[in-house]
């Protein structure tokens, strides 16, 4: 099993800047990537980054390209998501996730741990 932490949300203005954390513990060698989704009210969860464990490979939806970044700190076993530029639009639940197949990331189903989410509030 691999446990999933988020921090770091909260309530900002338009044009602020949050930085996300999710720390891993337990089986972290059987990860091979991870990824950030955010569930907004009523709507649908909904891919935002994902990174490989080992490469360090990215990738980003659209909506987020440019503002948002996801790296990780393999000795930390921590994975990052700074969210610069933010609107009222990416308001939402944001959830850490954990694959350890490397197979569709930008797929919620193909996760196969997540943690308990962080509420990230932006107002305009």
């Known amino acids: 099993q691999v446990q999933l932490v988020e921090s770091g949300g909260g309530l900002v203005q338009a044009g602020d800047s949050l930085r996300l954390s999710c720390a891993a513990s337990?089986?972290?060698?059987?990860?091979?990537?991870m990824g950030w989704f955010r569930q907004a009210p009523g709507k649908e969860r909904e891919f935002v980054a994902a990174?490989?464990?080992?490469?360090?490979?990215?990738y980003y939806a659209d909506s987020v390209k440019g503002r948002f970044t996801i790296s990780r700190h393999n000795a930390k076993n921590t994975v990052y998501l700074q969210m610069n530029s933010l609107e009222p639009l990416d308001t939402a639940v944001y959830y850490c996730?954990?694959?350890?197949?490397?197979?569709?990331?930008?797929?919620?189903?193909?996760?196969?741990?997540w943690g308990q989410g962080t509420q990230v509030t932006v107002s305009s």
């Open positions: 996730a954990a694959d350890r197949r490397y197979s569709n990331l930008f797929r919620s189903s193909e996760y196969d741990y």
């Open positions: 337990g089986r972290t060698f059987s990860v091979s990537a």
């Open positions: 990174i490989s464990w080992t490469g360090g490979t990215t």
